[in-house]
């Protein structure tokens, strides 16, 4: 039995250990080296996302994506995401090509290690021996970050609009990163495609990368000659040394078709008047034609400027709810322009618009839901106007709440008095336990109608008696509400899911409706309040605004310190 069982396993035996000897001369010396090398890789990565940490990036300090990272690697017990035996995977170089091109989207291709990737990428392919396990988990774990970085930065903005006082939530938008990086990019037949999906889907988006490079482009064309500016301003058909410049300038930004008139004249007049005004239309001025102080302000503004204003933008619209349940009404508040929009994206209506007061009154960037209509409304006084205005004009006249068309009222809205304000009730006034509204009419403050989107602010739309306002270029005018040029169409257009609200019935209820009559929409109309000194239009026309309210500069701030930024 001996015999026979030695005789029968004879063969298995030397099929045994000739598969032993030839795994072994396959793998030859790499066999435990490789073992080794995978856990020193695991082990380096683990230590890097633990820490947050990673002194070969830009912006070493990760910890606000510490636990993406972490996820990401844990899910596959920290195996390489981005190599295959030793070299970047087609998508890992595709991804790195991105990075390198994220100026092109209005980031800065630094905060992403655009610079950096050609040195990672000879130290991984060094020779004549191959990068180190800890070389190897430091691009790893780069890219990932990178990568992540740019998703998000993309897809949502840098800073969280919150950290301005901004109340727009991008929270409902933040993608699952380890997710996505697994399933769209990893794997990804087709990378660029997958991001072009994580970009803002609006065509004004659109327009505004497609202006960015053409500014881009402009800015090094330019030299950056700076036009002179004359003591007093220069009218059409006057003499202007810096016509030269001025018609140079006016052709490269498109303003003055080629050949439209000549360099060699001082005389400034015909085409260049022209063009001039089509600049100053451009940029929120009166198009006068003359070359005030303020039109040579916007001439001399290096278009590096430009470049900068487009990218701010473009940060601003990766803030804005991605979609809306139906089409919204946009408020543009250095624009001072408000527009409603289709299904299809398209225009249905434009308009002036006054906004809140500089440094006192600013209008709030937010997002409502508009619910209904007021028409011939009350003016309830808002308790900080109460304080610092109606009460210090009751002191000085007893019979201003009767000259200005107001009533004393409770907190519930009963009347107390529209006539001569005694100190009791001027006490009281003082103290908040009286409010002030002013009675409907063709003076009051909201004028015929106001359209309410309930807020904290206690900010609204509405039309004004004072319409000779919405000729000026700048028209920061109001308390923080936000006053329209056409309410009565707006109104019909806000009410249009109700067909017995035509335009005329609407100007009806204006003019000659009772007092204070509220109509309740059927459905609620998204309203957002944005802030954006650039504008591309559907011409492909770009426009750019002042910071009025200091904004840009705020967010520039906040950028340039780098990552990690208030999330």
């Not at 435990?32 to 890097?48: G, N, Y």
């Not at 408000?338 to 249905?348: F, V």
Request: charged letters at 25%; a neutral charge.
């Amino acid at each position: 039995m001996k015999h026979r069982w030695a005789t029968k396993s004879k063969p298995l035996l030397l099929l045994t250990v000739g598969c032993l000897v030839a795994v072994a001369a396959a793998l030859g010396s790499r066999g435990p080296a490789t073992v080794d090398a995978s856990s020193e890789f695991a082990a380096t990565l683990r230590q890097i996302a633990a820490a947050g940490q990673l002194s070969d990036l830009r912006w070493s300090d990760f910890s606000d994506y510490r636990i993406h990272v972490t996820n990401f690697y844990e899910a596959a017990n920290y195996a390489p995401a981005w190599l295959n035996n030793d070299e970047p995977t087609q998508q890992a170089q595709t991804l790195i090509e991105v990075l390198k091109q994220a100026d092109a989207k209005g980031l800065n291709a630094e905060d992403y290690d655009g610079s950096r990737w050609a040195d990672r990428l000879a130290r991984l392919r060094q020779s004549p021996s191959p990068a180190s396990p800890a070389d190897r988990a430091h691009f790893d774990a780069a890219l990932t970050v990178c990568v992540m970085r740019y998703v998000s930065d993309l897809h949502i903005g840098r800073v969280n609009p919150q950290h301005f006082k901004f109340n727009l939530d991008v929270s409902a938008k933040k993608y699952d990163l380890p997710a996505f990086l697994r399933d769209k990019l990893m794997q990804g037949a087709d990378v660029r495609a997958e991001l072009d999906q994580v970009e803002p889907p609006f065509a004004g988006y659109k327009r505004t990368l497609r202006a960015l490079q053409q500014y881009t482009e402009l800015s090094r064309q330019d030299n950056g000659e700076q036009l002179p500016v004359p003591a007093k301003p220069v009218d059409p058909g006057g003499t202007y040394d810096g016509v030269p410049r001025l018609t140079r300038l006016l052709r490269l930004l498109g303003d003055l078709p080629d050949g439209a008139t000549s360099e060699s004249s001082t005389v400034y007049a015909g085409p260049l008047v022209d063009a001039v005004k089509h600049f100053q239309a451009r940029h929120g001025l009166g198009p006068d034609g003359r070359l005030g102080t303020q039109t040579l302000k916007q001439l001399n503004t290096p278009l590096s400027f430009r470049v900068e204003q487009l990218r701010l933008t473009l940060e601003r619209w990766r803030w804005v709810p991605y979609q809306f349940p139906r089409p919204p009404i946009v408020v543009n508040i250095p624009e001072f322009r408000l527009r409603t929009y289709n299904q299809d994206g398209t225009i249905d209506l434009m308009m002036n618009v006054i906004v809140g007061k500089a440094y006192r009154h600013e209008t709030p960037v937010f997002e409502r839901d508009m619910k209904y209509v007021v028409f011939c409304p009350y003016w309830n006084v808002p308790p900080s106007i109460l304080r610092s205005e109606i009460v210090p004009a009751i002191r000085k006249d007893r019979d201003y709440i009767t000259k200005k068309n107001y009533e004393v009222v409770t907190t519930l809205g009963t009347v107390v008095t529209s006539g001569t304000i005694t100190d009791d009730i001027l006490q009281q006034l003082s103290a908040g336990k009286l409010m002030v509204r002013q009675k409907p009419g063709p003076t009051n403050a909201l004028g015929l109608v106001k359209l309410m989107f309930p807020n904290e602010y206690n900010v609204y739309l509405h039309s004004t008696p004072s319409q000779q306002l919405f000729s000026q270029s700048r028209r920061d005018f109001s308390h923080g509400c936000i006053r329209v040029e056409k309410p009565a169409e707006l109104a019909a257009w806000v009410l249009r899911d109700k067909p017995e609200w035509s335009l005329e019935r609407v100007r009806a209820a204006m003019q000659t409706g009772k007092d204070n009559v509220q109509v309740n929409l059927t459905n609620p109309v998204p309203v957002l309040i944005i802030y954006g000194t650039a504008v591309v239009d559907q011409q492909n026309e770009v426009h750019f605004f002042d910071d009025i309210y200091g904004y840009d500069a705020d967010l520039d701030k906040v950028l340039a310190r780098g990552y990690p930024y208030p999330g």
